[in-house]
């Protein structure tokens, strides 16, 4: 990269969801152009960035094509072909987080063997290549199944409590991993510099709905003792160091009763778990990619007021053009900032919007949050 | 207007400068679709609105023809063909602020007559059709001369000291005010809904250059004895209902040596004075505005935190594709917050972005923002 932000620096950027989107409002704020590859015409990032790409992240043709267009790549999903990202790489491109960074990401085996390799601590695994090899594997159970490749947002994840499951596990390569008996859920967001710098959000506890595996709420800081917030940051700078990243790393852990931590899945880029940062960070997660991504001073990571954080995600039997039901009510809260994604259409757990509840702390937060919840629902 | 926030609604903004911009940032988080005029191809708001339009804002058929696109139509300019506006509203067009209002702040004259009709304090004043009718007002120098329509950003008005200045006068319909001898200047903004419902910001100060006499930064909130900030919100809140205004209004005001206020200028859309509120208040003036003009409940005014902004503004000599030097200083301070404008030019003085400083209280905000303004300089 020769350019610098003083020149209307071009970023691309592959995808064009939302985390593509508040990366692009963040963006405007220092005038870098935004360039958006994506199939979809209607994508989120559509009608507020610069340049605006419709193409296959996995096709080789359309991202080395939208690649030789910008002056630096950038992500908002890790599903991409890897060779037309080598290739721009080979070719002088700035592409961060780097190609070598995502081949891991795309892979949970090749996760799990990286954390092995590097001594991060992850909950016990074999590698399978089909559903027949499970039944070598009883010792293993309760235990979680991940698809190697296809899993996305809960899917390609499933339980497999006893050999009773065996039957309709998923057959193809995956990650049998040993159920973990956890107390909580946890997420660090650890952004680093080119020059080596880095910088750590506090941590973000999590809350899943009790079936679909998808986070419900999250709030920042985390109630932790001091011993497992050390341990966390501890092996959340380390993964930033051993993968040599350059860019935002998301780390989410489990919290055993024991107070140990382990790491559960990484994430090179924006996350869901960091949207709060918009308004109660300093730097919110977007600016912070974006000024690791340029060798810029890593932004302030401290927090403005303690936060709670909703997905707005649309509701069961629900399926056409969105409408967002108690919007008004919701509106009148103080402290609640209302984001939605411009998505069209809704259908069951789509991922339509979020809501940022600040307040003095996280007890008036949640209770809010809740209200929230309760008031606001995504319909057709 | 029919359809509401839910039907994607087509949000239009005369015409696209800094201001449209930044509304159009907050929109995107209400999926709202923002439809821009203006003639210039590379107005700062033509890479992130969802359609742009050439054309000429105090042109007839420019504005009606946009008018007859959207949904609501808004302002972020004021000179605006008045007859295009009114025939739209005729038509049945929600025009927020009316045509009725711009009409009012357009020419300087009916602003001051509008004041003394409605018993709001401001400078004594006479109107004048050209300079040769000063000779007969020598008993109110030394005076500040305004002209009546062509005035804006500081042009078009001059110090008319002694009776050696009427030569210089501007020749055209002006205000003649009594100069004001003030102790500091303040502003206000209010938002008023089609509902009635009202929402005043934290005052704010201009903080002046203490040697050169010239606005420096703003600070919020402002430092006024209790009586004076009573008279201020009394008379901001006075004006909003005597203008039936339905939108957002920025009211700057001179406090005199003995703690009363003047009315000096208005402006019914989101204006310089109220940057601060995207990170230092729980609503923005941008966020603020759109629930005004879309009858939604208005949003707190509360403050975060203390903050001071400072305009960055084209350095003296400098003309030519912008160039913003001593940026990563400013960035690795914390709360320090930089917009740029996205204005591929600068040239002297020209409003090229702001900074807006967050701490603890206004005496820190204000020691980081001078820093910032002997750092950040934009030159070509």
Redesign the interface.
């Known amino acids: 990269m020769k350019k610098t932000?003083?020149d209307?620096l071009k970023i691309g950027i592959i995808k064009g969801g939302q985390l593509g989107?508040m990366l692009?409002?963040e963006m405007?704020?220092?005038?870098l152009?935004s360039f958006v590859l994506d199939n979809d015409v209607d994508a989120p990032c559509r009608?507020?960035c610069?340049e605006f790409m419709q193409g296959d992240a996995e096709n080789f043709d359309d991202v080395y094509h939208f690649g030789k267009k910008v002056d630096l790549l950038t992500i908002e999903y890790e599903h991409i072909h890897i060779g037309a990202l080598e290739k721009l790489e080979q070719e002088g491109l700035a592409v961060l987080p780097s190609p070598r960074i995502l081949k891991i990401i795309q892979d949970k085996g090749l996760q799990k063997k990286f954390y092995q390799e590097n001594d991060i601590p992850t909950a016990d695994f074999v590698l399978i290549e089909n559903k027949n090899e499970l039944t070598s594997h009883s010792n293993f159970l309760p235990a979680v199944q991940k698809t190697r490749k296809s899993g996305y947002d809960g899917k390609g994840v499933q339980k497999i409590t006893s050999e009773a499951d065996f039957a309709r596990a998923f057959d193809e390569p995956s990650v049998l991993e040993r159920k973990i008996d956890f107390e909580k859920e946890i997420s660090v967001l650890i952004a680093r510099n080119a020059s080596g710098q880095t910088a750590t959000f506090p941590i973000v506890e999590l809350d899943f709905h009790p079936e679909k595996n998808l986070v419900e709420f999250l709030h920042a800081p985390a109630d932790l003792s001091k011993s497992t917030e050390e341990e966390a940051l501890k092996i959340v700078q380390k993964l930033a160091e051993s993968l040599n990243l350059v860019g935002l790393l998301a780390v989410e852990m489990f919290v055993l009763k024991d107070g140990k931590v382990l790491v559960n899945e990484i994430a090179p880029r924006p996350h869901n778990s960091g949207h709060h940062t918009i308004e109660a960070n300093?730097t919110s997660q977007y600016e912070q990619h974006l000024?690791a991504i340029l060798n810029?001073?890593l932004?302030?990571t401290?927090m403005?007021?303690p936060a709670c954080m909703v997905n707005l995600l649309g509701e069961e039997g629900y399926e056409g053009p969105a409408?967002?039901a108690g919007?008004?009510k919701v509106?009148?809260m103080?402290?609640v900032?209302?984001?939605?994604?411009?998505k069209?259409m809704t259908k069951p757990f789509r991922k339509m919007g979020h809501v940022t509840i600040?307040a003095e702390n996280i007890e008036k937060a949640r209770e809010k949050a809740i209200l929230v919840k309760n008031t606001l629902k995504v319909s057709a």
């Open positions: 932000f003083q209307e989107r692009i409002q405007l704020n220092w005038n152009k009608e507020c610069t300093y000024r810029l001073p932004g302030s401290k403005i007021m409408r967002y919007m008004e509106l009148e103080e402290g900032f209302v984001h939605l994604y411009g069209k600040l």
